[in-house]
């Protein structure tokens, strides 16, 4: 019952720091709605997409991007707590490791929730439509969820290795745009070359971009559909355990 007890009041701490600094919300979340709008209205009719708009197909696109952008800063809260010297009071507590880990992941997956759901709110605005039922909404959530927690754990390991910021932004900053491009987040996956089609299989955004799409158009799903779903569960399980093995290093 503890571990429970530590995961709420770890989630609930991470949840009141970013309350505290609303500009991190909003300036994490200003990147993806500027490209929903300016990329939804610049490229509509120019793009053959199976049917449907250019908004239609970019939407579940700018989702999984702003789980990468918020997840993949995430680690700056970590870097926060041990500049000031809170993590270690933290860690000095009986509270589990393990139990600091998901809070915390838990917490950057709230926050995305509210950003996402933001997201999709300004492109129903723009003539985005959800055609998908309530299982696909949780199925597209889970999708998300896992994403993000494979993301931030990422994140957040490379903060407790480093214990620095300037590693986690360059980092972050180097990989963001190839992950971005080397997926169907922008463009159909069949407008690409050979070489590119073949590198988004090693990209989890490309997993998570045909699950949200699928989920939005409320299409039948592909044979590959649960596969893709593993795909996401096995990287948030490799974020959790980094980021495990980093809070434990910084105990060392």
Not at 47 to 64: A, D
Not at 231 to 248: D, E, N, Q, R, W
Request: glycine share 8%; proline share 4%.
């Amino acid at each position: 019952m503890n571990f429970f007890n530590d995961i709420f009041t770890t989630t609930q701490r991470y949840l009141k720091s970013q309350v505290q600094t609303p500009y991190f919300l909003v300036f994490s979340i200003a990147q993806p709605i500027f490209w929903l709008i300016i990329f939804g209205q610049l490229f509509e009719g120019m793009f053959t997409t199976g049917g449907y708009s250019y908004i239609q197909f970019i939407t579940p696109g700018i989702v999984v991007m702003n789980v990468l952008y918020d997840a993949g800063y995430s680690g700056m809260s970590v870097i926060e707590d041990i500049e000031h010297g809170v993590f270690y009071k933290i860690l000095a507590s009986p509270t589990n490791k393990l139990a600091i880990v998901i809070g915390n992941l838990l917490a950057s997956f709230l926050s995305i929730f509210i950003q996402v759901t933001i997201v999709i709110i300004i492109a129903l605005m723009l003539g985005f439509s959800f055609y998908g039922n309530l299982l696909d909404l949780l199925i597209m959530i889970v999708a998300i969820g896992l994403l993000a927690f494979g993301v931030s754990g990422c994140s957040k390991a490379l903060a407790f290795f480093t214990r620095k910021d300037d590693p986690v932004v360059i980092i972050v900053n180097f990989i963001t745009m190839p992950l971005i491009f080397l997926s169907s987040i922008l463009l159909p996956a069949e407008s690409m070359p050979n070489w590119a089609g073949k590198l988004i299989l090693f990209n989890p955004l490309e997993y998570a971009v045909r699950i949200v799409r699928q989920c939005c158009y409320g299409a039948v799903k592909d044979a590959n559909f649960g596969y893709y779903l593993v795909i996401l569960l096995c990287f948030a399980i490799v974020g959790v355990i980094l980021s495990t093995l980093g809070i434990k290093r910084t105990t060392d």
